[in-house]
Structures are given as C-alpha cells and as structure tokens.
C-alpha cells in the first residue's frame, strides 16, 4: 500500500474523510452548558471505617456547548470521578458543592432523558449486528411517536457518520466470539450515547485500549460532532498529540485538586512557564500532549499537588473561571421553551413498558431463541434428568406394592429436586448481564420492572415448552396414576420457582463464585425439610417453621397426594396407608399446588427488589 502526501500531511489516510461526515441539524439537539463550583466528594475509607478520603476538594468549572473538554491528570487523581459526578452517575460517597445543567439543578430523569454516556469499557449485545445494537437503542430511547423510517433514517445516518458502514451488518460478538474491532467497538457505543441527540456527551476514557490511528479516528468523529453543537467532556489519560489537540478546554487534577482550567494547549503550557517556573521548559518539538502529561505525573509522584493547587487558586485564571460560573448560574432564569421543557422532565424513560417489552422481545429473544447457548443450558439438563428417569424408573408407576412404593416416591421427589437444582443454569443470564444491564437502566432505556417482566416471560415460554414435553415422556412411560395435568403444572410451577429463585440469587450476589455457592447451598437446605428424607412427623418442633416456607414440600407433596389418593392409597409401613405415613392425607393437591405458585410470586418480588435496590456496581 503506497500514501500520497496528501495523506501524510492529515496523518492517517482514512481521518479527512470520517471529519468530514457530519450529522444534520435537525438531529442534533442544541447542547447546554454544564457549571459546577466547590465540588467535594468523599468516601468512607475501606481500610478504615473510622475515616473518609477526599476524592475531590474544591473543584469548580464549566463545559461549553460546542467545546470539547479534557479532563486530565494521572492514575487516581479523580477523572472518572469527576466525569461520574458532572454525569449523575456516582452511587456512593458524599457529595458537597453544585452542578447545574444550564443553571438548573440536575434530576435523575433528566440526566437519564437528554445526556449520553460512553463507557471506557464496552458493553453492548454481543448477538446484535452494529446496524441492530443502534436500532434497538434507537427504539426505546427515542419518541414512540416517531416512526420506524425516521429511526432507521437516524441509525443510518449515525452508522454513516462514524464511519460503521463497512460493518454494519457484521456482529458486534464477544470474547469468545468474533465480532468488530476494538475501534469499531467504542464508536458503537459513541452511537448509542447519541442515538437520541443529547445535549451533552460524556465519555470516560474513549481511547482507552486503542491504536494510536484508531483513537485519533474515534476522537476526530467526536470533535466534529462538539463542532455542531454538543457539549462534550472525555476523561484522558495519556492522548496523543493529535488527539490532544482536538480539545478546546483543559481541566488538570492532581490528587482531586485542580491546577489548571482554561483553554487548551500553549495556553496551558505558558500558564506552567509562568506560575512554575521550576518546571522544565517545553523543548523545540516536543509535543504538548507529552510535555503535560510528564508534568503532571512527575508534580503528582513528587507530592506537589496541594502547591500546584495553591498557585492555580491565587491565580488570575481561577479568578477568571469563578466569574465565568456565577455568570452562568445566573443564565437560569433565561431559557427557551425546549430547555425548560427538558429540565422539567419526570420521566427517566422514553418509551412505555409496552413498548420496552416489544423491543427487547424483537431484538433480543429473537436472537437468544436462535443461540444454542441460550438453549442449550435450558434444555440439556432437562432432558438427560428424564431420560435417566424413563430408563430407571420404567412403568414403575401402576405397581402398588410395599417393595415398590420407596422407588416411586424417590422418583416424584427427585421430579421437582432436579429442576430446582437445575435453576443454576439461570444465574449467568443476570450476574454477566449486570454491567449491560446497569448501564441501559442508566441511560434510561427501561425500567427495572420493564427489564424482570422481559426476562421471566422469555425463560417461562422456553419452561413451558419444557415441562409440557418432559411430562408427557416422563408420567405415561413410567405410567404413573392420577392427574397428568397436575403433575404438568407441578414440573412448570417448580422450574418457574427455579427461576426467579436463580434471579433473585443472582441479584443479591456481586458475582458469580457467590452466586453459584449460595443457590446449591439454599436448595440443599430445602430438601430435608420437604417430608421425604425425614417425615414431617419426625422434625423437631423448633424447625418445623422451616418446613412452612419449603417450596419442595409443597409440590412434592402434590405429586404424592395425585399418586396416591383414593384406593391406590394402600397399606405401606406399621399398618399405615402411604399418605398417613407421609402426614399427606389430609392435603387439597390442588391447593398446594396454589401455594407453590405463591413462591413464584414472592421470590418476583424478591428479585425486583434486588435489582432496583442492590448495587454490585459502584461508582
């Protein structure tokens, strides 16, 4: 491959022509001024309960529409911390100080409604094409009033844009799988932060793991969409000159404290020559970008922040910038109809849970209804249990005798012990789901009740398909006695316990180790309790309670009153019939039946409670 020297003069042969797309005005929203002053923010010292650490002390600043802001300094000094607060999106620690949104306190609706996040690490739907992740975004973020055509129109033009076009109809994948690039990745997810037009765009470390060339192109797409408009804050570690130059504004912290804001490079580098002038002098050559970036690490591992930090604070640059922020607080009270409209927004969801459900139904079932990873674990252990059952337990079910009634009532045990054992197959599908799912709850692409109603309702079709397959092969083989139709529901109604019980567990746990040693564990617990290993006669008083809330006891239970009931009741031990012996005579099967179907509503419960409430990710 040759260059001509119009393609050294840009630097990379493919950056002019990705600049030169630009989205349309009308899509586009108008961007807002962000303000903050005396921003402060502590946590509660992990070593130490006793104390707090300060993450940020005093920080003040203002992020222009139309301007691409740098937030820069070395590992820890409180980049992502500062982009998470400006963002709403801390969930720990104390917050001191103000944020306004063109002089307007923040809300979580609006944050969620009008400004886009791009995360440093990716988390998109590795089954979805690129011209698919953008179209489901598209459709529960954007009006449900607006057509199809016009967001296919809105994808298009952003895949066009970024510079998607070559794989758009190829698989985003995952690490086990073969998708885009790394570089195709991060401006899939820079499509799906502007998929809905935002006001403001924050991006947290955009070129983190990428190529110099590719995180030039992914930068020069984002300045050309600052250049229309939008508000655009990135965090930076370590930029390239090229990359470096594209910011308007520098905001520089050392150990939480700011040394530096104002325009970008010579300014910022004459400000150094003159309020430090111990520091070494930019070489003939030497790029900006490098000569900050070593600055800043030699000030921060020397211990000089608190003295860069006082000189910028006496300096007339800080006295420059703090008049700059009264004055844009102040600009509250003078808004156009649009922005008073979007800050007034009760709503952190666009679309209605109908519509939530339509589109995570189209997009992701679909798919997941097509993979078999997501089948496989659904269904293989299924059908190797019955098989085992049908060859070991063949037309046991009609013989009513003494010797054979144990075999009989060991297998309708293990019928509902196996599927809720099996529920271990449904703890992935939310533990590795949580980043995906915690960051489109953010971006208010649904509601967590949207998001459980989605997930039940796709694993109970598989369930039901399941059940209904299994216990025909199961119940007639074996000939089994009484209601095929309640030992149907009882196989359903376990595997639907299974289920949630497996979300639940997944939700309360911050990651897979625990999860997969509590859930075994719980169900472990439940089968002494049931009334098959120990009668329920035989169970000391003080953990009979326990046998109260033991959803195997129930369906077990079911299954032997539906064998048994009637004259196949026979005599079984010590003169006894098997239901007496059990403590079984006296059930309504169909009642308990009800009653295992309340634990599926109660571990529902369980589960959405843990997904709103419980935050394994904590920024």
Known sequence: MSFTSKDLETGHSGRTSVMSKTLSR???????????KELTYTVVNSQNKKETLSLLQNVGGYLLPGEMSALLGPSGSGKTTLLDLLAGRKTVGKTEGSIAFAGNKLTPAFIRRFTGYVEQFDTLLGSLTVHEMLMYTAELKRPVSEGYQDKLSVVEELIDCLGLTT????????ALTKGISGGQSKRVNIGIALVTGPRVLFLDEPTSGLDSYTANEVMSVVKSLAGQGITVCATIHSPT?????????????????????????????????????????????????EWIVDLTTLADRR????????TYATSELKAAANKEIE??????????????????????????????????????TTKNYRSPDFLGPRVADKLIFSLIIMSLFWGIGDELNSTNI??????????????????????????????????????????????????????????????????????????????????WLVYLCT??????????????????DVANAALPTYVVTLLFFAGCLIRWDDIPNYWRWYSYIDVLRYAWGALMKNQFAGTRNVIF?????????????????????????????????????????????RR
């Open 26 to 36: 009308a899509f586009l929203s108008a961007g807002m001024a962000v303000t903050f």
């Open 167 to 174: 794989c758009r109809d190829v698989k985003i994948g995952s």
């Open 241 to 289: 000159p090229y990359t470096f130059g594209l910011f308007d504004r520098l905001l520089l912290l050392l150990s939480g404290q700011m040394v530096y804001f104002g325009p970008n490079g010579k300014h910022a580098v004459d400000y150094f020559h003159t309020k430090c002038p111990t520091v070494p002098r930019l070489k003939e050559g030497e790029a900006e970008a």
């Open 303 to 310: 211990g000089l922040a608190s003295e860069f930090a006082a």
């Open 327 to 364: 004055r844009q607080f102040s600009l509250a009270i003078d808004l156009d109809p649009e922005t008073k409209k979007d800050l007034a927004v009760k709503r952190a969801t666009t679309v209605p849970t109908w519509k939530g459900l339509k589109t995570l139904f189209q997009y992701r």
């Open 406 to 487: 144990p075999n009989v009532t060991a297998m309708l045990f293990m019928w509902v012990v196996l599927p809720a054992f099996g529920a271990a197959s449904y703890v992935p599908s939310i533990v590795l789901e949580r980043p995906l799912f915690v960051r489109e709850q953010s971006d208010g692409l649904y509601r967590v009740s949207t998001y459980l109603i989605f997930k039940l309702i796709e694993e109970f079709v598989v369930a039901f398909i399941n059940s209904l397959v299994f216990s025909n092969v199961v119940f007639w083989l074996l000939q089994l006695k009484g209601s095929f139709v309640l030992f």
């Open 495 to 512: 595997l639907a316990t299974g289920i949630v019980l497996a979300y639940t567990v997944a939700a309360i746990s911050p990651n897979m």
């Open 573 to 617: 031990v010590d003169n006894q019939s098997v239901l007496d012996y059990y403590d079984l005579t006296g059930i309504n099967m169909w009642g308990w039946l009800g009653i295992e179907a309340c634990f599926v509503a109660v571990f529902c419960v369980f589960a959405f409670l843990a997904l709103k409430y419980i935050r394994h990710v």
